[in-house]
């Protein structure tokens, strides 16, 4: 959550759902982003250029193809018109307002974070954030949390965990773009903290819904044992790496290398690699 109140708003338009799975890539995003760099100051360009149309590292692109933030593109293109009627003035119009829709949910997914504590300020008109600690456990504030959200059309946790995890992905990549990596390197053990290894309940992420049933499945909620603890530990790693890997295996717009290593999966973005006929029938 921000350590100072500040207005939050949703974007006129976008569809609960999608608001929901963008929430999620930012989290994840987010997360990586403070596990790397965690004395940094970051803002919606640090974390994804201008654009991720196939290369996190081009910052010369601006469509979001492959993940839950191309919604706030294609909603800008269809308002200005832009494959009907194509003009310079109005795609630098889009362009600002699907940065400043992008930047809008950033600021909320930030906000709606009950267990990491962002400070924030305004340099030359950008708005940035910074990871301080933990968030008080006793905060008045509301959560902003939108997967508790009524309504009648909503992700999965799939889909959800999904985009959490593209975004953590994403800016793997952005960062490290010639490093393998599993599902240790973008998680630790944990999200509470994310330079902690020694715990790994991924506390308001997606992620927890694996936890929550592992526990229930293992009778932790009734019985504790370490026998069951590990147990339990063991399974949500390893259906958390499933999905690291479906997750992966869906991307329609980047490429990766994968291989076993210490019967660990491992994966490293493959930028020369052309897309496959099944990648560009699905685009």
Not at 192 to 205: A, G, K, R, Y
Not at 217 to 224: A, V
């Amino acid at each position: 959550m921000l350590n100072k109140k500040l207005r939050i708003v949703s974007v006129r338009g976008l569809k609960p759902e999608d608001e929901k799975l963008i929430y999620a890539f930012w989290q994840g995003a987010v997360y990586l982003w403070c596990k790397f760099r965690p004395n940094d100051w970051f803002a919606l360009r640090d974390l994804m250029g201008q654009g991720i149309a196939g290369d996190p590292t081009d910052a010369g692109n601006f469509f979001w193809n492959g993940t839950p933030l191309m919604v706030l593109w294609n909603q800008q293109e269809k308002r200005y018109r832009l494959k009907e009627e194509p003009s310079d003035k109005n795609l630098k119009r889009a362009l600002k307002q699907a940065a400043a829709n992008a930047g809008k949910l950033l600021k909320k997914a930030i906000n709606g974070d009950q267990y990491h504590l962002f400070d924030t300020k305004v340099e030359n008109i950008t708005r940035k954030y910074l990871w301080i600690g933990t968030a008080p456990k006793n905060s008045e504030q509301e959560s902003q949390q939108l997967n508790n959200d009524s309504g009648d059309e909503r992700p999965t946790a799939e889909e959800l965990i999904s985009a959490f995890l593209q975004g953590a992905v994403y800016i793997w990549c952005k960062l490290r773009p010639n490093e393998w990596f599993a599902l240790r390197d973008l998680m630790g053990k944990a999200v509470i903290d994310p330079s902690d290894d020694s715990c790994f309940f991924w506390n308001d992420t997606p992620l927890k819904a694996l936890w929550e049933q592992e526990k229930e499945s293992c009778g932790l909620n009734t019985e504790y044992s370490d026998e069951k603890l590990v147990v339990a530990l063991k399974q949500t790693a390893s259906h958390a790496d499933e999905l690291l890997k479906k997750a992966i295996d869906n991307d329609t717009f980047r490429h990766f290398d994968s291989k076993v290593e210490g019967r660990t999966r491992k994966y490293r973005w493959n930028r020369q690699a052309p897309k496959t006929n099944e990648q560009e029938s699905q685009e």
